[in-house]
């Protein structure tokens, strides 16, 4: 069993890779940012389940919103008009998402590896859905760019998507190389093992 030493050092450890991560960005046109903390956010559930997860996941969301500098861009309330924060309010819940996904289908009779990718890559999906829903209705609504939904939706996704689906990737061998790791301690019944 873990102990409350243990349970806070690897929280503040993802909490730490999700604010390292988040500033590892490359510029994108369209109002658009591409960074390595999809890695990070597709770590948090396997290493500290459903509970600590969210607790991680919405303080970050919490902090960077109340002003610390910890997203892509900086920080602060107003973030909520940037077209991406979307994806950060998506990353607030994927570990509930990645439990559910788990659980639907981990008894199924595969290979480890290919539970932990369709697992993985469907939460892709719920990530862009949610994304691309909140960068659109900015984008709309906010700041009446109607003439760029079309090249949100063509180029800057068709660009994002590419390279996190090599990422989701790099994050599912991760997952997979862990579950040794993970097997051994509180979290054996919970994630993505048979």
């Not at 940037?82 to 994806?87: A, I, M, Y």
């Not at 061998?173 to 993970?182: E, F, R, S």
Request: aromatic share 16%; with cysteine; proline share 4%.
């Amino acid at each position: 069993m873990y102990t409350n030493r243990r349970d806070i050092t690897m929280m503040a450890m993802m909490m730490a890779l999700l604010i390292i991560t988040a500033k590892l960005v490359i510029p994108l046109p369209l109002f658009d940012y591409l960074s390595l903390q999809i890695i990070t956010i597709y770590l948090i559930y396997p290493l500290l389940g459903t509970k600590y997860g969210l607790i991680v996941t919405f303080s970050y969301l919490i902090l960077g919103l109340i002003g610390l500098p910890i997203f892509a861009s900086g920080g602060g309330i107003f973030y909520i008009f940037k077209p991406s924060f979307g994806f950060l309010l998506s990353f607030a819940t994927f570990p509930l998402i990645q439990a559910t996904l788990s659980k639907l289908f981990w008894r199924r009779k595969w290979l480890p590896l290919k539970k932990i990718l369709i697992i993985n890559y469907s939460g892709l999906l719920y990530l862009y859905l949610i994304g691309l829903l909140y960068k659109c209705l900015i984008l709309f609504f906010y700041l009446k760019e109607t003439n760029v939904l079309y090249s949100v939706l063509a180029v800057s996704t068709l660009i994002d998507l590419s390279c996190d689906i090599l990422l989701v990737f790099v994050a599912s061998l991760l997952t997979y190389k862990l579950l040794p790791l993970i097997h051994k301690h509180k979290l054996a019944n919970q994630l993505f093992i048979s």
